[in-house]
């Protein structure tokens, strides 16, 4: 089983729409959690730091489900400008982080 | 402005050849890694760094070697013993371990 697992998708979904996104990981002592949004052929960009509690950013709502060793990334009111794919990174049992294959998203009109 | 600057761009392999790819970031960060993202996948761990003069295996480290002489500096080689290096190479920093991490904007290594 990989450390951290998403689904590659792709979602198509109409601007406007709500869309989230799982992560499972296999580290039950895992302590840190990010999204992070990387466009095509460039760098992963910090989208959000994901708090045990739930944590809110405009239209970007993450949480943390530890009983079931997932986080969520939830998009709101979708734009077009929020195309791209979604990785979700957490912290390993050797403390370096791991990075899922990412979940790409498209917005269309 | 505070930063990481990967250099080359675009880089190209001849056969039997050892290529530098350089990675310098100014801001102030302990811990430095380098990953390999291949077409559709996964970024995957080559080497890091939490310290000066340190350095780690990551995932697929075989074919790759890195030095950490300054805190601002992690040069990574790829040497001829990757046999199938073309891919984007991305350089990391951060504050330590479990910190959020910051990307250069990458090199391209393709062979020739």
């Known amino acids: 089983r990989k450390e951290v697992e998403q689904d590659p998708g792709p979602f198509n979904v109409p601007e406007g729409a709500t869309v989230a996104f799982n992560c499972t990981y296999s580290?039950?002592?895992?302590?840190?959690f990010f999204w992070y949004r990387q466009d095509c052929r460039k760098e992963p960009k910090l989208l959000m730091s994901v708090y045990s509690s739930g944590n809110e950013d405009g239209r970007f709502t993450a949480q943390l489900n530890r009983a079931s060793q997932y986080i969520s990334l939830l998009i709101r009111d979708s734009k077009l400008s929020d195309s791209a794919t979604y990785l979700c990174v957490v912290n390993s049992r050797n403390n370096d982080m791991r990075f899922g294959a990412g979940t790409r998203l498209t917005v269309k009109p | 402005d505070g930063g990481i600057t990967q250099s080359p761009k675009y880089l190209f392999r001849k056969e039997g050849q050892n290529v530098t790819l350089s990675c310098e970031q100014n801001?102030?960060?302990?811990?430095m890694y380098w990953y390999r993202q291949d077409p559709g996948q996964g970024l995957r761990l080559i080497y890091y760094?939490?310290?000066?003069?340190?350095?780690q295996k990551g995932d697929i480290a075989e074919g790759y070697s890195v030095s950490r002489e300054k805190k601002e500096s992690f040069p990574l080689t790829v040497t001829s013993a990757q046999k199938n290096p073309t891919a984007f190479y991305l350089c990391a920093s951060s504050m330590g371990n479990n910190q959020p991490q910051h990307f250069g904007d990458g090199t391209r290594l393709s062979i020739l």
């Open positions: 580290n039950s002592a895992s302590q840190s």
């Open positions: 760094s939490q310290i000066v003069n340190d350095f």
């Open positions: 801001l102030n960060h302990d811990a």
